[in-house]
């Protein structure tokens, strides 16, 4: 094994302009060292049922999309855009069938999935034209071509992302943003999150927001839910159009809404509602008849004192001290909860911050929609 | 106290009917592939990541992304090509990731280690491997194409998005390192 290379006992000075000798020797260890990897017995059956699973979240994506280039074009009101389809088809068959020689297609509606697609993975082709890349709402457009040897008739009219989901290393520069808090304890904010690479890619959403607890708070009474039309969480924008395309240095925002729960005043535990007993001696029987240790008891009561305490974020920090109409507001005894932000493709939490004072409640959260810097 | 308590936002699932009909249309050359070409890719994956854990992680994502793009799909004399530059892309980026000390990928293969702990041990043990390991990243990179992967040198340029030239360049200096490396007492 030591001397592989030169088995002839060449001098030195030879050994540079001898490739052509070493090549089959390397040819052959290299084939030698994987011979024996065999891929996993249930490998196949895997890739049976991840294929179509990520097609089908593709052409979720793509179907958002052509929603929101119709939006645009029409400025119809953001819940009318169900209704797609039609207007995009006739130029949606040529476009597909244009981009297929490569994907210079401009932007706008057009198709070009297959230049922005070959964009995903081998980065020689893409086109990155920054096209939404609508196709129509999943009608098929039967072109004789779609026949490839042994796959059939492919239903075409498939929608696939004109450019490539943002991986997570993509992602970064997250922050977090948070408001004052309203009377009733509500507290709105954002994350913002960064594509941090050189490329474009899109945002399908799917973020996911975790909450932790903090201080006493209990991180099991917080509920997070999406927002939707008729919530509690009205400050919240309604349904995005999604996917997002990123520039590179452009970013999304997560909008969420921290509200306390229903009759447990400014922290979501205490049966006061925001007046702010001084006392706090009160304070400590929860009003939503929850069994609280005591522990956790002693704590919500020191926390109605301090209203709804105060907000702190992990990077522009608004720290301003609230006043929630109590006038002797004081942050509350490290009773927060804490909110992270991953990215749809996983890893680690993007941006996080922290919200003094909630005890129960519902984190609402959006769609994400186009940072504006 | 302190419980992280995710909560998976899905969007509302939309799958139609021609899910099935998807699936239908492309198993056939989906097996076909997968015979003719998951074993080297496995084997590429395995020469250029230093985590051999990821490997069946790698070629399963490749996987996925070519097919699910009915593009690439319709070009089956291109599949191969496709998947390759997937595969040396994502042993970047895990590569990139690895470094970086986060999370390798989203949803790692259960007990890859059972069936083939003997293959990729014995892989672990290889004196090539090791060797291999310590070049740089490209020069690792033009090697496992070119000799492993058999491409030509036109086509390794255009796999790595470098010039013939560089190619040549990393080839030529992979292949001297790599020999000082196989040479120095194991």
């Not at chain 2, 015979?35 to 490997?55: E, F, Q, T, V």
Request: aromatic letters at 4%; one cysteine or more; a negative charge.
């Amino acid at each position: 094994m030591t001397h592989f290379f030169d088995p002839d006992g060449m001098a030195d000075e030879h050994r540079e302009n001898d490739h052509d000798f070493d090549e089959p020797a390397l040819r052959r260890l290299l084939h030698d060292a994987v011979r024996d990897i065999e891929p996993q017995p249930q490998a196949l059956n895997r890739l049976r049922q991840a294929i179509p699973a990520r097609r089908a979240r593709r052409r979720q994506a793509m179907v958002g999309a052509a929603a929101g280039v119709l939006l645009v074009g029409t400025a119809v009101p953001v819940l009318v855009h169900t209704a797609t389809g039609g207007g995009l088809d006739t130029a949606n068959t040529t476009n597909a069938s244009a981009s297929q020689t490569i994907g210079t297609g401009r932007g706008g509606q057009g198709g070009n999935e297959l230049g922005g697609d070959s964009g995903a993975a081998a980065g020689t082709l893409g086109s990155d034209s920054g096209a939404s890349g609508a196709t129509g709402g999943g009608k098929p457009s039967a072109s004789a071509s779609d026949a490839s040897p042994g796959t059939g008739a492919a239903p075409s009219g498939t929608l696939a992302a004109a450019l490539p989901l943002c991986a997570r290393a993509q992602l970064g520069n997250g922050s977090a943003q948070t408001a004052v808090p309203d009377s009733q304890g509500r507290v709105y904010g954002s994350f913002t999150v960064l594509n941090t690479s050189n490329i474009s890619c899109t945002v399908a959403g799917g973020d996911q927001i975790t909450v932790a607890g903090e201080g006493g708070t209990d991180a099991s009474k917080i509920r997070v839910v999406d927002h939707t039309a008729g919530d509690p969480a009205t400050g919240l924008p309604g349904s995005a159009a999604l996917p997002l395309i990123l520039a590179p240095g452009k970013g999304y925002k997560v909008e969420f809404a921290w509200i306390p729960a229903a009759g447990g005043g400014t922290t979501g535990c205490s049966s006061d509602t925001g007046g702010g007993t001084t006392s706090g001696g009160t304070g400590g029987s929860s009003g939503s008849g929850a069994t609280t240790t005591a522990g956790g008891t002693g704590t919500t009561g020191g926390s109605t004192t301090g209203s709804s305490g105060s907000t702190s974020t992990s990077s522009t920090s608004q720290n301003t001290p609230t006043d929630a109409g109590s006038p002797s507001a004081t942050p509350a005894g490290g009773d927060a909860i804490s909110l992270s932000d991953i990215p749809q493709q996983g890893g680690p939490a993007v941006a996080s911050t922290s919200i003094g004072g909630a005890c129960a409640g519902t984190v609402y959260s959006s769609e994400p929609v186009a940072a504006t810097p | 106290m302190i419980a992280p308590w995710p909560v998976a936002k899905l969007p509302a699932e939309a799958r139609g009917a021609d899910n099935a009909m998807a699936t239908g249309t492309t198993v056939d050359h989906l097996t076909e592939t997968y015979r003719a070409h998951y074993r080297s890719l496995l084997g590429l994956a395995a020469l250029l990541l230093d985590d051999l854990a990821s490997c069946e992680d790698v070629v399963q994502e490749a996987f996925i992304r070519v097919h699910s793009a009915r593009g690439r799909v319709r070009e089956p004399e291109k599949t191969l090509a496709y998947l390759r530059q997937t595969v040396v892309n994502l042993s970047r980026s895990a590569l990139r990731r690895r470094i970086l000390g986060l999370k390798l990928l989203s949803k790692p293969m259960p007990d890859m280690a059972s069936a083939e702990e003997g293959a990729y041990e014995q892989l672990e043990r290889d004196q090539l491997i090791r060797s291999m390991r310590g070049l740089q990243r490209r020069q690792r990179e033009v090697l496992v194409l070119r000799y492993f992967a058999d491409m030509t040198e036109s086509q390794v340029a255009e796999t790595l998005g470098i010039s013939i030239g560089s190619v040549k360049a990393y080839g030529s200096r992979g292949i001297a390192a790599l020999r000082v490396a196989m040479e120095a007492p194991a």
